[in-house]
């Protein structure tokens, strides 16, 4: 049943007002803590997901054709199709852009932090920074009119411009954790939300600032996050707990509206009166043709955590979420095509032979195949549904992946197509390597190590004296060999072609995830919490360098003797050029985590990891 809710605007004193904002205001970002990126000329890119891999954190449409998306590290999006075909726009900055809002059809404006304003004369096509006095994380921007508009953002900050964002002047205004939304009634009139049971409102544009209880009578206290207004009088806030709040007299009064869902929204956009869709990171999305008297699910099919919505009147909708994730509509949200394409399976290895075809495995037997240097993958068929851990090429034609439940599968056509090979086990193998055409090992679940001598056609079991996960194995030649051991951590040698593995005597090695040695001395592992081991005798001796993160690496690779890469599960990326003696952090691309590395014939490099994502740095690295 709908409840009519009274407005009840209480006028505190300043102090007061900001004490009690302090104490309602919870935290809603999850990047509001993200470190800024460390700058690097490596030339890092997206080759999937596409247009590229992104969290994206806000959308805007300046008419039903033209819209903007932002994200991290500067990213802007830009279509001029309604949403059909996106392209990545240069922002020149490295920061998180979190909210971008239309003044006019021409006219653009972007924020983020640290107390970073962009502006756009061309529709988007170009940015300029527009100077500012704060660092602080700038998180709304509204504007009532082509000149006049506000930002908000932390503790307290208030921008505000008359000439359409040319120039902007502070003010002291709600301070607080995080301000979530900003939303014009009129000229002077705005509300404000900071994830609290109650509004903020202004009358006089932003000069001061009052609490409005209204929303919170006669509800179970929501946090409100966000809203939008179809017109000066008809809008919607949403909120925690699937709460729907809708306005009809520009706030005076508060109707609560049933959403079926006891889930969070964290995003509410409307056409008109009529038309809205709602959601939140967990799902559902819902969407409204009768201005929030029923609510339902829309038809939009995405496992991505959504974080954003833009409707046109026209007709015209966006939604944005993880993973680059862009949901459009063209018939007022009723029903959703993802036009972010590419596969989205977790990828949790990759290889290339000499003649330049790249092979890339993970979750649910996903198997792709590049022939152009990793710029664009294609799925083959792997007769099989389990976890693919890891591939290797013995030449250019034969390769070999393993993974779960002792799935062993071959290629004698360079990956067009793969056919199985007898394990004798249904442990879950993690790694396997050649030393040369005939002479391969395999390691994996409870110490298990499988042996051939016939270029992989059968395999025999080996006993390792280990009951450890080993999730790696490096082959200087037939008779050297390194298997990593993750649970117990420490690495297993062989000096005997396998027929004797002991543990390496060094006690103080970390737990290891990745090793590639860059040639028969210098070699590198890497691990948790940032750990790299090098070693410039052959693996007698390791020693610890400094790696300057703490993030979990999971893998390693090598160009030459002098450049290479290793990746997290973060998503970091370092970078060194002397052999691994000293490492850089590299471009930050909010992936949501790398698990491994390997370079082509060329000197590109690719990385792969979660949702899909597959990177390139194409050419040598620069120091």
């Given at each position: 049943?709908?409840?009519?809710?009274?407005?009840?605007?209480?006028?505190?004193?300043?102090?007061?007002?900001?004490?009690?904002?302090?104490?309602?205001?919870?935290?809603?970002?999850?990047?509001?803590?993200?470190?800024?990126?460390?700058?690097?000329?490596?030339?890092?890119?997206?080759?999937?997901?596409?247009?590229?891999?992104?969290?994206?954190?806000?959308?805007?449409?300046?008419?039903?054709?033209?819209?903007?998306?932002?994200?991290?590290?500067?990213?802007?999006?830009?279509?001029?199709d309604g949403g059909a075909t996106w392209s990545l726009v240069p922002s020149g900055v490295g920061a998180q852009l979190n909210a971008v809002v239309w003044p006019s059809p021409g006219t653009a404006v972007a924020v983020g932090y640290p107390g970073t304003i962009l502006r756009s004369e061309d529709?988007?096509?170009?940015?300029?920074?527009?100077?500012?006095?704060?660092?602080?994380?700038?998180?709304?921007?509204?504007?009532?009119?082509?000149?006049?508009?506000?930002?908000?953002?932390?503790?307290?900050?208030?921008?505000?411009?008359?000439?359409?964002?040319?120039?902007?002047?502070?003010?002291?205004?709600?301070?607080?954790?995080?301000?979530?939304?900003?939303?014009?009634?009129?000229?002077?009139?705005?509300?404000?939300?900071?994830?609290?049971?109650?509004?903020?409102?202004?009358?006089?544009?932003?000069?001061?600032?009052?609490?409005?209880?209204?929303?919170?009578?006669?509800?179970?206290?929501?946090?409100?996050?966000?809203?939008?207004?179809?017109?000066?009088?008809?809008?919607?806030?949403?909120?925690?707990?699937?709460?729907?709040?809708?306005?009809?007299?520009?706030?005076?009064?508060?109707?609560?509206?049933?959403?079926?869902?006891?889930?969070?929204?964290?995003?509410?956009?409307?056409?008109?009166?009529?038309?809205?869709?709602?959601?939140?990171?967990?799902?559902?999305?819902?969407?409204?043709?009768?201005?929030?008297?029923?609510?339902?699910?829309?038809?939009?099919?995405?496992?991505?955590?959504?974080?954003?919505?833009?409707?046109?009147?026209?007709?015209?909708?966006?939604?944005?979420?993880?993973?680059?994730?862009?949901?459009?509509?063209?018939?007022?949200?009723?029903?959703?095509?993802?036009?972010?394409?590419?596969?989205?399976?977790?990828?949790?290895?990759?290889?290339?032979?000499?003649?330049?075809?790249?092979?890339?495995?993970?979750?649910?037997?996903?198997?792709?195949?590049?022939?152009?240097?990793?710029?664009?993958?294609?799925?083959?068929?792997?007769?099989?549904?389990?976890?693919?851990?890891?591939?290797?090429?013995?030449?250019?034609?034969?390769?070999?992946?393993?993974?779960?439940?002792?799935?062993?599968?071959?290629?004698?056509?360079?990956?067009?197509?793969?056919?199985?090979?007898?394990?004798?086990?249904?442990?879950?193998?993690?790694?396997?390597?050649?030393?040369?055409?005939?002479?391969?090992?395999?390691?994996?679940?409870?110490?298990?190590?499988?042996?051939?001598?016939?270029?992989?056609?059968?395999?025999?079991?080996?006993?390792?004296?280990?009951?450890?996960?080993?999730?790696?194995?490096?082959?200087?030649?037939?008779?050297?060999?390194?298997?990593?051991?993750?649970?117990?951590?420490?690495?297993?040698?062989?000096?005997?072609?396998?027929?004797?593995?002991?543990?390496?005597?060094?006690?103080?090695?970390?737990?290891?995830?990745?090793?590639?040695?860059?040639?028969?001395?210098?070699?590198?592992?890497?691990?948790?919490?940032?750990?790299?081991?090098?070693?410039?005798?052959?693996?007698?001796?390791?020693?610890?360098?400094?790696?300057?993160?703490?993030?979990?690496?999971?893998?390693?690779?090598?160009?030459?003797?002098?450049?290479?890469?290793?990746?997290?599960?973060?998503?970091?990326?370092?970078?060194?050029?002397?052999?691994?003696?000293?490492?850089?952090?590299?471009?930050?691309?909010?992936?949501?985590?790398?698990?491994?590395?390997?370079?082509?014939?060329?000197?590109?490099?690719?990385?792969?990891?979660?949702?899909?994502?597959?990177?390139?740095?194409?050419?040598?690295?620069?120091?």
């Amino acid at each position: 049943m709908r409840t009519p809710l009274r407005a009840r605007i209480l006028r505190l004193p300043l102090p007061l007002l900001l004490i009690l904002a302090t104490l309602l205001a919870t935290a809603c970002s999850d990047d509001a803590s993200a470190p800024l990126p460390v700058a690097d000329d490596a030339a890092w890119a997206w080759a999937n997901p596409r247009p590229a891999g992104y969290s994206l954190a806000a959308v805007a449409f300046a008419d039903d054709a033209v819209g903007l998306a932002v994200g991290p590290l500067g990213v802007i999006y830009r279509t001029a199709d309604g949403g059909a075909t996106w392209s990545l726009v240069p922002s020149g900055v490295g920061a998180q852009l979190n909210a971008v809002v239309w003044p006019s059809p021409g006219t653009a404006v972007a924020v983020g932090y640290p107390g970073t304003i962009l502006r756009s004369e061309d529709a988007g096509l170009s940015w300029t920074v527009v100077p500012t006095f704060t660092n602080g994380r700038l998180q709304c921007v509204a504007f009532a009119d082509p000149r006049h508009g506000m930002i908000l953002g932390s503790e307290g900050t208030v921008l505000r411009t008359a000439d359409g964002g040319v120039t902007w002047t502070g003010t002291a205004g709600p301070r607080g954790p995080f301000v979530s939304d900003l939303a014009y009634l009129d000229a002077q009139t705005a509300i404000a939300l900071t994830g609290s049971p109650f509004l903020l409102r202004t009358t006089d544009a932003g000069a001061t600032w009052n609490l409005d209880l209204s929303p919170a009578e006669g509800i179970d206290s929501p946090g409100l996050l966000a809203a939008a207004f179809a017109d000066p009088l008809t809008g919607t806030v949403v909120g925690t707990g699937g709460a729907i709040l809708r306005t009809a007299d520009g706030g005076a009064t508060w109707t609560a509206q049933a959403s079926g869902t006891t889930r969070d929204l964290d995003f509410v956009a409307c056409a008109d009166a009529a038309s809205a869709v709602a959601g939140g990171r967990e799902g559902p999305l819902l969407r409204t043709d009768d201005g929030g008297v029923t609510w339902h699910e829309a038809d939009a099919e995405t496992d991505q955590p959504l974080r954003g919505a833009a409707l046109t009147p026209g007709g015209t909708g966006v939604i944005i979420g993880a993973s680059g994730t862009l949901l459009c509509s063209t018939d007022h949200g009723a029903t959703w095509v993802d036009r972010t394409t590419g596969p989205r399976m977790k990828l949790h290895d990759l290889a290339f032979t000499a003649g330049g075809v790249g092979i890339a495995v993970g979750a649910g037997g996903t198997v792709l195949r590049t022939t152009d240097d990793g710029v664009t993958w294609a799925a083959r068929t792997s007769g099989t549904t389990a976890y693919l851990d890891d591939v290797t090429f013995i030449d250019d034609r034969q390769g070999f992946i393993v993974g779960m439940e002792g799935v062993i599968l071959a290629t004698a056509d360079a990956g067009l197509t793969w056919s199985p090979r007898a394990s004798g086990t249904d442990l879950s193998l993690e790694a396997v390597a050649f030393a040369n055409a005939l002479e391969g090992f395999i390691v994996g679940e409870a110490g298990v190590i499988l042996h051939s001598t016939d270029g992989g056609s059968t395999w025999t079991n080996q006993d390792s004296g280990s009951s450890d996960w080993l999730v790696r194995v490096e082959l200087l030649d037939a008779q050297r060999a390194f298997a990593i051991g993750f649970s117990g951590g420490g690495i297993l040698v062989t000096t005997d072609g396998g027929r004797h593995w002991q543990p390496h005597p060094d006690a103080t090695l970390p737990r290891l995830r990745g090793i590639d040695f860059v040639d028969g001395d210098v070699g590198l592992a890497v691990g948790s919490e940032g750990a790299i081991a090098r070693t410039a005798d052959g693996g007698a001796t390791w020693r610890r360098v400094a790696s300057g993160t703490l993030e979990d690496l999971a893998d390693v690779a090598f160009r030459d003797a002098e450049f290479g890469v290793a990746a997290g599960r973060a998503g970091t990326l370092l970078h060194t050029w002397d052999g691994g003696r000293t490492w850089r952090l590299g471009a930050d691309m909010r992936a949501p985590g790398i698990w491994s590395v390997a370079f082509t014939p060329d000197g590109t490099a690719c990385a792969v990891g979660a949702n899909g994502a597959i990177l390139r740095r194409a050419g040598p690295g620069r120091r």
